[in-house]
Nanobody, 122 residues
Framework: QVQLVESGGGLVQAGGSLRLSCAAS????????MGWFRQAPGKERESVAA????????YWRDSVKGRFTLSRDNAKNTVTLQMNSLKPEDTAVYYC???????????????WGQGTQVTVSS
């Protein structure tokens, strides 16, 4: 059974930082690209970032470029989203997902976590 478990969400003031982690089990992690998505209340789920199987290719949403970084550890089956200079508009539930290719399209990902809440106060 595939499981993706996110952690690290919370409440932070604008300008602060959070580190989200996603721990994967039940799949051959190194064979999957990993993506992060978010969904704010009343809005559609949107892509944030993605990283290829080996970590050499990444995708970034324009609004987070230069503020967020993404890394993966294939030995530990984890992917980490470091979020700096957070803004109130970053407030959302953040989801990690596993798929076959690096893409911003949610429909291409096979497995999803339950999400972790990130709230940025102004």
């Amino acid at each position: 059974q595939v499981q993706l478990v996110e952690s690290g969400g919370g409440l932070v003031q604008a300008g602060g930082s959070l580190r989200l982690s996603c721990a994967a089990s039940g799949l051959t992690f190194r064979l999957y690209a990993m993506g992060w998505f978010r969904q704010a209340p009343g809005k559609e789920r949107e892509s944030v970032a993605a990283i290829s199987r080996t970590g050499d290719t990444t995708y970034w949403r324009d609004s987070v470029k230069g503020r967020f970084t993404l890394s993966r550890d294939n030995a530990k089956n984890t992917v980490t989203l470091q979020m700096n200079s957070l803004k109130p508009e970053d407030t959302a539930v953040y989801y990690c997902a596993a798929g076959r290719i690096v893409t911003a399209r949610a429909s291409t990902y096979d497995y999803w976590g339950q999400g972790t809440q990130v709230t940025v106060s102004s």
